[in-house]
C-alpha cells in the first residue's frame, strides 16, 4: 500500500523558516517524480514544487521561487520541502504528492504551517 | 500563472448528470494532453479521478469521464450519488514546467 506521511509541520512566525518532511512507503521511491502541493484555509489547490527522481530537475511556483527548495534521499525513501522566509499568505496544509503521467495520483494526509506573529 | 477557471458550484439531482468546465489558455489546458481532475472530500486528502484529459485510474467509478475542447476541460459525473458530494479541481500541466489548478468546484447533491 502506497503511503505517504508527512511531519513538520507548526507555528511560525513571519520570516521564520521550517522544514516539512514526507516519509514515503509501499512503492519503489526512486522511480517517482515527486511533489508538494498545498491548500490554504478554505481555499484551493496550488501546486509549489517538483522534484524528478534523481533531483537533477527541480521547479518551482513563482510564489514559493527563490525562498522555498525542494530536495530528496533516495536511499531513505524521504522527502523534504525547505522553506525559509516565511510569510502570512504561506499559512496552509501541506500535501506530499507522489506524480505519475504528470498526474498527482497519491497523496499524504497533510500537515499544517500556519504562520503569524 | 494564473489559476484556471471553474464554476464555483454546481448542483443535481440523485441520478442526473452533471458537467463541470475548466477553462485555461493555449499555455496549459488548450496544448496539454495532461489535464487530470480531482475530488475532495471535506477534511480528506485529495483523490485523482481523471488523467491524460480523460483516463480512469483503476477503483474510480466509470460514472466519471473527461474530456476536452480547446481550452476547455470537462469532467462529467453521471447517475449522481450522495457520495459524490465533494469539491473537485482540475489541473494541467503548463508549458513553464508548472502545474496550474483550478479554483474549484463544489457539488452538492440535491
Known amino acids: 500500500e502506497v503511503q505517504l506521511v508527512e511531519s513538520g509541520g507548526g507555528l511560525v512566525q513571519p520570516g521564520g523558516s521550517l522544514r516539512l518532511s514526507c516519509a514515503a512507503s509501499?512503492?519503489?521511491?526512486?522511480?517517482?517524480?515527486m511533489n508538494w502541493v498545498r491548500q490554504a484555509p478554505g481555499k484551493g489547490l496550488e501546486w509549489i514544487s517538483y522534484?524528478?527522481?534523481?533531483?537533477?530537475?527541480?521547479w518551482y511556483a513563482d510564489s514559493v521561487k527563490g525562498r522555498f527548495t525542494i530536495s530528496r534521499d533516495n536511499a531513505k525513501n524521504s522527502l523534504w520541502l525547505q522553506m525559509n522566509s516565511l510569510r502570512v499568505e504561506d499559512t496552509a496544509v501541506y500535501y506530499c504528492?507522489?506524480?505519475?503521467?504528470?498526474?498527482?495520483?497519491?497523496w499524504g494526509q497533510g500537515t499544517l504551517v500556519t504562520v503569524s506573529s | 500563472q494564473s489559476a484556471l477557471t471553474q464554476p464555483a458550484s454546481v448542483s443535481g439531482s440523485p441520478g442526473q448528470s452533471i458537467t463541470i468546465s475548466c477553462t485555461g489558455t493555449s499555455s496549459d489546458v488548450g496544448n496539454s494532453n495532461v489535464v487530470s481532475w480531482y475530488q475532495q472530500r471535506p477534511g480528506k486528502a485529495p483523490q485523482l479521478i481523471i488523467y491524460?484529459?480523460?483516463k480512469r485510474p483503476s477503483g474510480v467509478s466509470n460514472r466519471f469521464s473527461g474530456s476536452k475542447s480547446g481550452n476547455t476541460a470537462s469532467l462529467t459525473i453521471s447517475g449522481l450519488q450522495a457520495e459524490d458530494e465533494a469539491d473537485y479541481y482540475c489541473?494541467?500541466?503548463?508549458?513553464?514546467?508548472?502545474?496550474?489548478f483550478g479554483g474549484g468546484t463544489k457539488l452538492t447533491v440535491l
Open positions: 504528492v507522489r506524480d505519475s503521467h504528470y498526474a498527482f495520483d497519491y
Open positions: 491524460e484529459v480523460s
Open positions: 509501499g512503492f519503489t521511491f526512486s522511480s517517482y517524480t
Open positions: 522534484i524528478n527522481t534523481i533531483s537533477a530537475n527541480r
Open positions: 489541473c494541467s500541466f503548463a508549458f513553464t514546467n508548472t502545474w496550474v
